[in-house]
């Protein structure tokens, strides 16, 4: 995976995030097998993609590929695949307990010094953060 480009990358972490709840929706198949289209993915990417798309995965896999990912990824990296992320969730109109502390997990990267820039606490970003219990609303 070292050799991969960042979309490959951050489509990995997005395909081990969809088996959060245990199940890879057709929904969510749909938007990964889209945003490989959309990053031109070499077939190898996305013959790695369908296979962990067929692979059953746990919530620790998901943390190793987000760390692997922040170990090369930019700070422009990281909030594309937070928002990515975001949409991937609710592909399927349900989020499950551990697909919100994935998310949790991302926007922690963002805001931590090994995820590069820190964000601000204000605006949308800490707004949403206030709704999982990581901010204020006020």
């Known amino acids: 995976m070292n050799d991969w480009s960042s979309e490959a990358r951050l489509v990995h972490v997005l395909a081990t995030l969809a088996w959060a709840d245990g199940v890879v ?14 990053y031109a993915l070499t ?22 590929a987000l ?36 998310l949790h997990a991302l926007r922690e990267a963002l805001t931590s010094p090994e995820g590069g820039e820190r964000t601000s606490a204000g605006g949308v970003l800490g707004r949403r953060r206030g709704f999982l219990g990581s901010g204020n609303l006020g």
């Open 67 to 102: 760390q692997a990912f922040r170990e090369t990824a930019s700070h422009a990296d990281l909030r594309q695949l937070l928002a990515r992320a975001e949409r991937l969730v609710d592909a399927d109109s349900e989020r499950a307990t551990r697909e919100l502390q994935a």
């Open 25 to 38: 929706g057709e929904e969510e198949r749909r938007f990964l097998r889209g945003l490989a289209a959309e």
């Open 43 to 64: 077939p190898g990417e996305r013959a790695e993609l369908e296979r962990i798309l067929e692979t059953p995965l746990a919530f620790p896999d998901f943390e190793q």
